[in-house]
């Protein structure tokens, strides 16, 4: 349940034949590709927004824009790595949009994946999730599309269309805020320890 | 904790945790939405070959009747057009230059034209393809508009032209003779047809100095109803000429915003149209400052440079322009007035 709930969406196999249809104006087929690959996107997108409002907001309008520029799609198998980036933009204009990040709470599981180890404790996680507000949208998708789901650095820089460089930069800045956000959390607890 | 390993696994176990299942609401919400959205037609030819738009359109017509009127034309030539044409470099052959390819329909199936969507006449024929110290365009010989310019980087075999209207750098390989290029896959059908030849022609604009620094400049934007709005509330148009405006120069119907932007770059300058974010090229031509107060965009169209004479304002980093060329008919004036009147301009 836990591995359900929490756990990345399992990689989907889109079919090109679908995708070919859907160019064509297939409504039904572009809602079996949309049920194949919504999962995927709104986990994105929540992980970029960290808000669960704005990343629906951001799905829906992807998908519906993914609709409208099917016809112009180039290669339908790169199907995947194009609606990914129009859901990246989809989440730069909700991020626009409401500039004021709203809280969610959030209930966590106690047996989380990832927790097991000591690698990530629930200040860890907290400390994060605040820094995080605090990192730009762009750097944001790139710290996402890189570590949750896993794309090299080139990758994530094609599916923006962005020079690696800049790719590279994003991702440095954002590990930067996010390594200073655990350092400061450490802190006073390396300061109760000498204390102690 | 905070080393770099670490501080991996930490992001990367607090990245899992969240949702990954989208609401169902959301997906069905989208799927309603889309049962009465339509899709956007592909006009692209296998390398993104611009649309036309209202204002080339509206030339492109006063051209065809011109020409019918017995050759009256208007001809106007920068200084920088003048001179001899460029020869190749010397030295091993490079991918710098003019190239031209003719293909037709079959020819161009056979490279591989996926879908029918792609199969139209605007995709085969006569084409132009010039590098030239770092920039790249692409024409169809004979067709209206088309081929902004935009930037490339080559060599070990490899050109990178990126694309402004997909945003997408293409990584294409290359032989190149002093007489042919041959493009492999990797980038858009089009150019891997047949081998293009080297021709020598006129060299690229260079930059132009004025009262303008090159660059982007941005209109402001407009809501599609207030465009729709202003076509109605002109008198001197008729009911079609109403339509023609919102459907077919303009082709914002159903949109929700639209914008201009104007791209002076290289002594080009390239104007571009934003319907609801998606961008496309419109068209380009030369430009010049003969005063500063004065600009001139020249395009050329069926070997025919076409004139418009703009009043220009600046104001520090922003610009407007007012139309001094008359315009033939009361659409020309709208579309006109709309597509470079509608500023200031401003700095990117």
């Not at chain 1, 090299?152 to 800049?166: F, I, Q, R, S, Y």
């Not at chain 2, 879908?115 to 024929?125: F, K, R, T, V």
């Not at chain 2, 290029?181 to 293009?196: A, D, Q």
């Not at chain 2, 934007?221 to 109605?232: E, G, R, Y």
Request: proline content about 6%.
């Amino acid at each position: 349940v836990i591995a359900a709930t929490w756990s990345r969406p399992p990689e989907v196999e889109v079919d090109r034949d679908l995708v070919e249809r859907a160019r064509k104006g297939d409504r039904e087929a572009f809602a079996v590709l949309v049920h194949q690959v919504s999962d995927g996107l709104y986990a994105v997108a929540w992980r970029i927004l960290r808000d669960s409002s704005l990343a629906e907001d951001a799905l829906q309008n992807a998908l519906v824009l993914a609709w409208r520029r099917l016809p112009k799609l180039r290669d339908p198998d790169r199907f995947e790595a194009w609606i990914h980036r129009i859901l990246v933009h989809a989440c730069y204009d909700e991020s626009q949009r409401t500039k004021s990040w709203r809280t969610t709470v959030t209930v966590l599981p106690i047996d989380l994946p990832g927790s097991s180890d000591g690698t990530s404790t629930i200040d860890d996680r907290d400390e994060l999730d605040r820094a995080f507000r605090h990192v730009s949208i762009e750097q944001r998708a790139v710290f996402v599309l890189h570590h949750y789901l896993g794309l090299p650095l080139v990758e994530v820089a094609e599916l923006l269309g962005l020079p690696a460089g800049t790719a590279r930069s994003r991702l440095h800045y954002a590990t930067l805020a996010l390594r200073d956000a655990l350092v400061a959390a450490a802190e006073p607890m390396a300061r109760e320890g000498r204390l102690a | 904790m905070t080393d770099d390993r670490s501080l991996e696994r930490a992001a990367r176990s607090w990245l899992d945790e969240g949702p990954s299942r989208a609401p169902d609401r959301t997906v069905e919400a989208a799927l309603s939405q889309i049962q009465t959205t339509p899709q956007e037609r592909d006009l692209r030819i296998p390398w993104r070959f611009p649309k036309m738009n209202p204002m080339t359109r509206i030339a492109t017509a006063l051209v065809v009747v011109a020409l019918a009127l017995g050759g009256v034309y208007l001809v106007f030539r920068p200084a920088s057009d003048i001179g001899p044409p460029a020869t190749a470099s010397p030295g091993p052959p490079t991918i710098e230059g003019t190239w031209d390819v003719l293909y037709t329909r079959e020819e161009m199936l056979a490279a591989g034209i996926s879908d029918s969507g792609e199969d139209n006449p605007g995709n085969y024929g006569h084409f132009r393809l010039t590098f030239e110290a770092g920039r790249w365009r692409m024409i169809k010989i004979g067709y209206a508009s088309g081929g902004g310019v935009s930037t490339y980087t080559a060599g070990d075999g490899i050109a990178h032209l990126y694309s402004p209207d997909d945003d997408v750098t293409f990584d294409i390989p290359y032989t190149v003779t002093a007489t042919s290029l041959t493009f492999g896959r990797g980038g858009p059908v089009g150019f891997r047809v047949k081998p293009w030849t080297r021709i020598t022609t006129e060299p690229m604009p260079t930059a132009v100095a004025g009262p303008l620094k090159e660059g982007i400049y941005d209109g402001p934007t407009l809501q599609v109803a207030d465009i729709v709005a202003a076509v109605n509330a002109d008198a001197r148009l008729t009911s079609a000429d109403r339509t023609q405006i919102i459907n077919d120069l303009f082709e914002v119907k159903d949109q929700t915003t639209w914008s201009a932007s104007i791209d002076l770059h290289g002594g080009v300058l390239t104007q571009r149209q934003a319907v609801d974010g998606a961008i496309q090229v419109g068209s380009f031509g030369r430009y010049a400052f003969p005063d500063d107060h004065t600009l001139v965009y020249t395009e050329r169209i069926d070997n025919i440079d076409v004139v418009t004479v703009f009043e220009l304002t600046v104001n520090g980093d922003s610009f407007t322009l007012h139309r001094t060329t008359p315009t033939e008919n009361a659409i020309d004036e709208f579309v006109s007035g709309v597509l470079f009147e509608s500023g200031p301009f401003v700095s990117r």
